[in-house]
């Protein structure tokens, strides 16, 4: 089951992010970032992915409220989250909280991923087609925002939300520029020649 998935995946996210704040809390947090979020310290994040997969595949025909819900959980979980956080915005001075916080935000996120899922007719109509739109190129923003980050360090004299108005327009720019020249006709080519893999197979069978 997704849920026991995971639930194994925040245990062992608490213990890699424990272990890092015994070992190197006494690092400035740059370096100490690096150390604390490598992959086993995000698996709570990956395990509510991997939980909300394996949810949505089982229940492909959900009832009409069943969005609406997941709005009020994402309420519910994001105001939960951000009130832990918010008090305590240092984050790396607060051992608890560099520890079990992220756990939160993930729970939030699965909430936020979940509603958005369930609630597709909504991001298809205006006003929301440029939101629609960045989930098509979403993996390439993954990709190259760091690049775009540290192209905009480079740059002089720029005040911090210049730097960020910089770093969203040339991340979402190389990530359009990705998807339309690169991604998309790939996954074309691949579907031209038989590329779409095995059918899925039912829930019940997958559960056998």
């Not at 918010?86 to 935000?105: E, H, K, N, V």
């Not at 936020?112 to 098509?136: D, H, I, M, N």
Request: net charge positive.
């Amino acid at each position: 089951p997704g849920w026991r998935i995971w639930l194994g995946c925040i245990l062992i996210a608490w213990l890699w992010r424990g272990l890092a704040v015994f070992f190197f809390g006494d690092l400035e947090p740059g370096r100490f970032f690096v150390r604390m979020m490598q992959l086993p310290g995000v698996l709570d994040e990956f395990g509510a992915g991997i939980f909300l997969a394996l949810l949505l595949d089982r229940r492909p025909n959900p009832r009409p409220l069943e969005g609406w819900a997941w709005v009020a959980g994402a309420v519910v979980t994001g105001t939960i989250c951000f009130g832990i956080y918010l008090p305590r915005a240092g984050y790396w001075d607060y051992p608890g909280i560099s520890i079990f916080w992220r756990t939160s935000l993930g729970a939030f996120f699965f909430c936020l991923v979940a509603a958005a899922v369930r609630l597709p007719q909504f991001a298809r109509k205006w006003p929301f087609r440029p939101v629609w739109y960045l989930g098509e190129v979403s993996y390439g923003i993954y990709l190259w925002h760091m690049f775009a980050v540290k192209l905009c360090l480079r740059i002089p004299e720029l005040t911090p939300l210049q730097g960020l108005g910089v770093t969203l327009a040339l991340t979402v720019l190389l990530a359009a520029t990705s998807w339309h020249f690169f991604e998309k006709p790939i996954l074309e080519f691949g579907r031209r020649f038989g590329g779409r893999g095995a059918p899925r197979r039912p829930a019940a069978e997958s559960v056998s």
